[in-house]
């Protein structure tokens, strides 16, 4: 094997972990950024304006040619319409679908991925959230007490995975071990704009706090150059990743 194997293997190692968000409101928007980047993301993450905006198809079309995909959901409603959503999805052959991590909802969730490859994300707390915003909400908990609380929720459910922000990763993972998926949103390479989120960290950061996959939007969707934005943030990830 060639010096040259190792890293190459390492940097796609480093590729899949990277979810680049296609926070768009269209399909040729999501397109061109696909085609923009080419062959150097290979995981993507739809969300619900995109969803809205005839996303599943695109999302089939991405899985055609061989990208991973992530829905982001979000989904909370009674059981029997989480269900029948969840069973849509895994239909589809996406990767990771979001559901927010209510006991009720994750159970459900759960009864109707059985048998498919779709693997399950709890939302535990949104990263444009703080100790104030849930206050407002009503909850009895801080960020870290609520993540706590339902990631043990998540665990005792089954669940595959926990959508959380990284600075919580490294207490979650220290309790649940390797079992679960952690992933990061929130996640902004040095000197850029926090924008909307509230608790953040760099790529190289959340991979050493334990987080097993980043999402990352805006530095990416709206750099100047977003192929090149990807490889460095991709390249970050390699350096730290063990």
């Not at 399909?27 to 005839?54: P, R």
């Not at 999302?59 to 991973?68: F, H």
């Not at 649940?176 to 950061?205: C, F």
């Not at 150059?225 to 390699?238: D, G, H, K, L, S």
Request: net charge neutral; proline share 4%.
């Amino acid at each position: 094997m060639s010096a040259a194997a190792p890293t190459e293997q390492k940097a796609a190692a480093a590729r899949e972990r990277l979810i680049v968000a296609l926070d768009f409101a269209t399909i040729w928007e999501a397109e061109a950024l696909v085609t923009t980047l080419g062959d150097s993301v290979s995981f993507y993450k739809i969300g619900l304006a995109l969803a809205c905006g005839g996303g599943l198809p695109f999302a089939q079309d991405l899985i055609t040619d061989g990208k991973e995909v992530f829905l982001d959901l979000k989904l909370h409603d009674i059981a029997t319409t989480v269900g029948r959503a969840c069973a849509q999805v895994a239909s589809l052959g996406a990767k990771f679908l979001t559901i927010h991590a209510y006991p009720q909802t994750m159970k459900a969730a759960k009864l109707a991925a059985a048998g498919s490859s779709l693997r399950l994300l709890g939302v535990t707390v949104l990263t444009s959230y703080d100790d104030h915003d849930l206050a407002d909400a009503g909850y009895a908990y801080g960020v870290r007490d609520l993540v706590a609380r339902r990631a043990a929720q998540a665990r005792e459910a089954d669940l595959d995975g926990l959508i959380l922000s990284a600075g919580e990763a490294p207490a979650i993972r220290a309790s649940l071990g390797r079992k679960m998926i952690l992933v990061t949103p929130g996640i902004r390479p040095a000197g850029a704009e926090v924008s909307d989120q509230k608790r953040t960290m760099t790529p190289g950061a959340a991979i050493a706090a334990g987080a097993d996959y980043l999402v990352v939007g805006r530095p990416v969707t709206q750099a100047k150059n977003p192929r090149e934005a990807a490889e460095a943030i991709i390249a970050e990830i390699a350096a730290v990743q063990s």
